[in-house]
Structures are given as structure tokens and as C-alpha cells.
């Protein structure tokens, strides 16, 4: 097996085989995750229907769920899709979108974290009030900082065993035991809509690409945002000129680069 031990590498080995992602996102992400995911290298499939999403995780090399705009048949769908992964040894992230918001979104978590989850990603606020505690999340946007969720982030982790994604202005990851840091991107990041929904695609992608390290496979994808969100912001002249620049700036991030100038460190 060729080395996939850096964010570079990784990146190089999903374009020389592209996996096949199921992304479940929600209307506001499709057809943004679905640019990042073939700017990035990977090959995105938003098939989330009960009727075929546990059929067609069976043929994708990972899934990804995101309850941003949940429904009742869409809930039916994810849940059919984890419970096929899961069965078949496939990674699956889960991105719980404003997941303390109302009752029917609390209960579709909890029963999604019982379908065991890989790698959970969400920014702060999300993850602080899935590990418990009191969030200042305001609907789909976060209003608590990075720091203020990491031991939420390793209580979640040890809790579900599972990686834990926290982003923000410097992303935290952890399994419960190892953590790091991973610092970069823009402050425009947050001011386009479902560029987490986004990543947490990617997260699945990298997954798919590298299923012998979770972790591993979690930073790259955070790396890969970091330093694509910097190369966007160069130039740009707000959200909207920042969004196309940033899957210019994907589809341009070679190896070398992202392994040059991706910024990690322990916590
Ligand atoms: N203030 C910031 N500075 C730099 N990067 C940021 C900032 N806020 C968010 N990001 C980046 O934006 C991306 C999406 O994260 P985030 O905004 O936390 O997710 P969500 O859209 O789910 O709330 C991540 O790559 C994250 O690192
Ligand atoms: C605005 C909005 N409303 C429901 S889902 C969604 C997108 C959220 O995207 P992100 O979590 O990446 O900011
Ligand atoms: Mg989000």
C-alpha cells in the first residue's frame, strides 16, 4: 500500500481513485457539497429517498448525514443508509445540524448517535449541547468559541467511540484519547452558507479514501479546508467572490502544498 500518512498523500490517493460518497445533505448544501467534493477529487451521489438510500450504501465507499433541513422521509432514509453501513464496515459521518433546536431534531439525533456514527462533525455550539451541555447556538450558526467545546468533544467521543470534528476559527479533533489542532481558513468561511455541510462531505470522501486511519483522515480534511479557505481569501471581495475562489482554490491545492503549509498541532 502506497504511504497515506499526511493530509498530501491522502488528498493524492482519493484523486488517483476517486471513492464514491453518499452525501444525505440537506437543500442548502447539495449542490455546493457536491462542487467541493469534484473539486476536491472525490465523486459526490446525493441519494437520500428510503426507498434506495440503505440500497446505495451499499455500493458507496462512505456516507454522510446532515439534518439541516430534516423531514420525516428524509429521517427514514438516513436512518436506512447508517444502519447499511454500518452493517457493512463503511465509515459514516454525521453532521448534526442545529440539532438543539426543536424536539423532532433532538430525537433524530439521538437515534442516528445509536446507529454509531464513525466521525461526528459540527461546529461548537452542535457539539457542546450533543456531549450535554448549554449551547449558544442560534439556529444553524455557532455563538460559542472552539475552545469552550473540547472536553464536550472528548466526553462525545469517548462516549459515542467515535472521532470527534469540531470546527471553528482553529478546529479541534479528537478519538477521546489523541486531539489535535488545526488552524488556518477564513473568517469569510462562516459567511457562506453550508461550507460545514461541505466539509463534512469531505470528511466522508478522505474516509473513504483512507479507512485504516479515521483520524487521519478527519485532519486532512479540515487541512484541506484550512488551506483552501486561505488561498480563496486572497483576492476576494466578500462571501460571494470568497465562494467561487474557494473551489478554484480546492481543485488547485496540490499535495505538496496542503503538506507545505497545512498547520496541526497536538492539544
Ligand atoms: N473564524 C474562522 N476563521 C477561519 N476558518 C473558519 C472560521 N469559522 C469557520 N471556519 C472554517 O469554516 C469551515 C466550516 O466550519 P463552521 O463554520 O464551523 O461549520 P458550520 O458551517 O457547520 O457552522 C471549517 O473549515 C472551519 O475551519
Ligand atoms: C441555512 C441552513 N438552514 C438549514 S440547513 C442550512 C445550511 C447550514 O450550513 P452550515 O451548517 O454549513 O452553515
Ligand atoms: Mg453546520
Known amino acids: ?114 446507529l454509531k456514527p464513525t466521525i461526528i462533525r459540527g461546529n461548537a455550539s452542535e457539539i457542546i449541547a450533543l456531549a450535554g451541555g448549554e449551547s449558544r447556538g442560534q439556529g444553524v450558526d455557532s455563538r460559542d468559541p472552539v475552545d469552550e467545546a473540547e472536553e464536550s468533544a472528548r466526553r462525545l467521543a469517548e462516549r459515542q467511540q467515535a472521532i470527534v470534528a469540531v470546527t471553528g476559527a482553529v478546529d479541534f479533533v479528537t478519538d477521546g484519547q489523541r486531539a489535535v489542532r488545526v488552524h488556518g481558513g477564513s473568517v469569510l468561511m462562516p459567511r457562506v452558507t453550508a461550507l460545514g455541510c461541505s466539509l463534512t462531505c469531505l470528511v466522508g470522501a478522505f474516509a473513504a479514501t483512507v479507512p485504516e486511519d479515521m483520524f487521519g483522515a478527519t485532519v486532512a480534511a479540515l487541512a484541506t479546508f484550512a488551506v483552501a479557505g486561505e488561498d480563496a481569501a486572497l483576492g476576494a471581495a466578500g462571501p460571494g467572490s470568497f465562494s467561487w475562489r474557494f473551489l478554484d482554490a480546492l481543485s488547485a491545492l496540490d499535495a505538496e502544498t496542503l503538506d507545505a503549509r497545512a498547520r496541526i498541532s497536538a492539544a
Open 1 to 114: 500500500m502506497q504511504n497515506r500518512t499526511t493530509p498530501g498523500a491522502m488528498l493524492k490517493a482519493m484523486r488517483e481513485k476517486p471513492p464514491l460518497v453518499q452525501c444525505i445533505t440537506n437543500y442548502v448544501a447539495m449542490n455546493i457539497a457536491a462542487n467541493v467534493l469534484l473539486a476536491a477529487g472525490a465523486s459526490p451521489a446525493m441519494v437520500h429517498a428510503a426507498e434506495e438510500a440503505g440500497e446505495f450504501a451499499g455500493i458507496a465507499s462512505a456516507l454522510t448525514v446532515n439534518i439541516g433541513t430534516l423531514s420525516t422521509q428524509w429521517l427514514d432514509g438516513m436512518q436506512a443508509a447508517a444502519k447499511a453501513a454500518a452493517s457493512a464496515g463503511k465509515p459514516w459521518v454525521l453532521d448534526p445540524v442545529a440539532h438543539y433546536a426543536t424536539a423532532f431534531r433532538r430525537n433524530a439525533v439521538a437515534d442516528l448517535l445509536a
